[in-house]
């Protein structure tokens, strides 16, 4: 069962599983998640669509749950925080309560947030964080912490076979234009021939993982025998933001400038991961290159876009 099987790496990660001939529940309540997502797999007859809350528990047969349900970009993890904490904490319980009825084994997914602002990078495991506890930002930050020590406590208390990922800054196909994330805000804005909006110096560094490397890595992950720590997932080449914007202007043919406002509040100044656990334990690093995942990235929304450009 993928949860928020309908959002952007749900879709993904559900269209990996079929292709590998398992059976999948994709459930998802549909607050960020889209049915044009997933209605490829309809008429699929290994997949299976339930609509419901996690924060309201469920029975349900499963061998294995991938926990991916939460608002995960600030636009919408921020229009109801209150929500989003509940589905972080209350989601996370259900889904661990449910892989313990069932014997199943679970893989949460957690954030590369949970290291907040870092006084350290690139961020390895082993960081604990700098996190805001009553920012705008904390209702997903101390969700997704939360999260994750509710997943050890069940391996500890119960036994359950569970594991934490913690996803880096992910782009490609399916992303919600409307979300506020960086890439899919630039590619719209250089497509449309808009000024690119900068918050801040534009120095803050990100690292982007391309969707296809990312889902690769959660199926490496959830398939390994033990994972006894959480793991990093996401590219470790750092780019500024002033230079991820003049590059997406020149692969668009975009006469976009670049327009500057005021950073938000609890804005990280650096998100780059150490994934050297992920290399040792799972033989897994991005593939793709930032040039052609964007690319891709933006030939999807071309399409998407229409004739609205």
Known sequence: MVTGGAGFLGSHLCNKL????????????FYTGSLANIIEFQDNPRFTLVEHDVTVPIKIQVDGIFNLACPASPVHYQRDPIKTFETSVLGSRNML????????????????????????????????GNVNPIGIRSCYDEG???????????RRQFRVDSRVVRIFNTYGPKMDMEDGRVVSNFIVQALRQQSITIYGSGLQVRSFCYVDDLIDGLVRVFLKESVLKPINLGN????????????IITLTSSTSELEFKVLPEDDPLTREPNIDFAREELGWEPRISRKAGISATIEYFKGALGSNL
Not at 100 to 121: C, F, H, M, W
Not at 144 to 154: M, N, P, Q, V
Not at 236 to 247: D, R
């Open 18 to 29: 079929l292709s590998h001939g398992h059976e999948v529940i994709c459930l998802d309540n």
């Open 97 to 128: 309560e449910l892989a313990r009825v069932n014997g199943a084994r679970i893989l949460q997914a957690s954030t590369s947030e949970i290291y907040g602002d870092p006084k350290e990078s690139p961020q390895h495991e082993s960081y604990w």
């Open 144 to 154: 997704k912490r939360a999260a994750e020590t509710l997943s050890f406590d069940y």
């Open 236 to 247: 470790p080449e750092p780019v500024t933001m002033l230079e991820l914007a003049k590059e």
